[in-house]
C-alpha cells in the first residue's frame, strides 16, 4: 500500500513558477508508472503529466505542455512537478497518482482510472 502525500502548492503571481512534490511511503516509486492531475472547481479532473514506469517518455497535454516538467528521485522516493510561467487557468487543487509497478510499460498511463494511489492534493493557486 503507497500513501502519497503533496507539497509545495500556495499562492503564486501570474508568470511565477511553483515546484510540487510528491512524497510516498509504504512502497517504492522506482517502478511505477507516475501522473499530475489537477481538478478546478466546477471542471473535471484533468491530466497535467505523466511518466512511465522507468521515469521515461513524458507526456503532457497541450494546456501545459513546454511550460509543466516531471521528474522522478528514486533515491528521495518523490516525483516532482516543476511549473514555469504559470496562468491563471493553472488555479486548482492537484494531485499525484502512481500506478502498479511495470504498468503500461513504456507508455505513461493517461486515464485517472489506471491509477491505484493518489495523495490528498495540494492547492496552487495563480493571481493577477
Known amino acids: 500500500q503507497a500513501h502519497l502525500v503533496e507539497s509545495g502548492g500556495g499562492l503564486v503571481q501570474a508568470g511565477g513558477s511553483l515546484r510540487l512534490s510528491c512524497a510516498a511511503s509504504?512502497?517504492?516509486?522506482?517502478?511505477?508508472?507516475m501522473g499530475w492531475f489537477r481538478q478546478a472547481p466546477g471542471k473535471e479532473r484533468e491530466l497535467v503529466a505523466a511518466i512511465n514506469w522507468s521515469g521515461g517518455n513524458p507526456y503532457f497535454p497541450n494546456s501545459v505542455k513546454g511550460r509543466f516538467t516531471i521528474a522522478r528521485d528514486n533515491a528521495k522516493n518523490t516525483v516532482y512537478l516543476q511549473m514555469d510561467g504559470l496562468k491563471l487557468e493553472d488555479t486548482a487543487v492537484y494531485y499525484c497518482?502512481?500506478?502498479?509497478?511495470?504498468?503500461?510499460?513504456?507508455?505513461?498511463?493517461?486515464?485517472?482510472?489506471?491509477?491505484?494511489?493518489w495523495g490528498q492534493g495540494t492547492q496552487v493557486t495563480v493571481s493577477s
Open positions: 509504504g512502497r517504492t516509486l522506482g517502478t511505477s508508472p
Open positions: 497518482a502512481a500506478g502498479r509497478p511495470y504498468e503500461g510499460g513504456s507508455i505513461p498511463l493517461i486515464e485517472g482510472g489506471e491509477y491505484n494511489y
